[in-house]
């Protein structure tokens, strides 16, 4: 079982900046694949990144590549998200995931163990 806890969504300003984190309980963290997904409200949860069991290879959705940047360290069980340039298209929840699954890690499916969410909002 992985306990995953997510921190620091909030209210910014369009063109600011938030840092998400999540940290996890297992011991085993470095053998699960980590993601981010968003959710806004009537939508669906949807992909934004993902960082390997090393965390040398990020893969991100197009709509955040270049803004977003996603990090992990072993040592900590923590997965960050470096969220730059927030606009209009960025408020949700967002979610933290783990998966050691071998399942397409774009997919909700893939992961195994989810976050409670944390909110970020966005004012223009």
């Known amino acids: 079982q992985v306990q995953l806890v997510e921190s620091g969504g909030g209210l910014v300003q369009a063109g600011g900046s938030l840092r998400l984190s999540c940290v996890a309980s297992?011991?085993?963290?470095?053998?699960?694949?980590m993601g981010w997904f968003r959710q806004a409200p009537g939508k669906e949860r949807d992909f934004v990144a993902v960082?390997?069991?090393?965390?040398?290879?990020?893969y991100y959705a197009e709509s955040v590549k270049g803004r977003f940047t996603i990090s992990r360290d072993n040592a900590k069980n923590t997965v960050i998200l470096q969220m730059n340039n927030l606009n209009a298209e960025d408020p949700a929840t967002y979610y933290c995931?783990?998966?050691?699954?071998?399942?397409?890690?774009?997919?909700?499916?893939?992961?195994?163990?989810w976050g409670q969410g944390t909110q970020v909002t966005v004012s223009s």
């Open positions: 297992a011991r085993t963290f470095s053998t699960y694949r």
């Open positions: 995931a783990a998966s050691d699954s071998i399942l397409a890690f774009t997919a909700r499916s893939a992961y195994n163990y």
């Open positions: 960082v390997s069991k090393s965390g040398d290879r990020p």
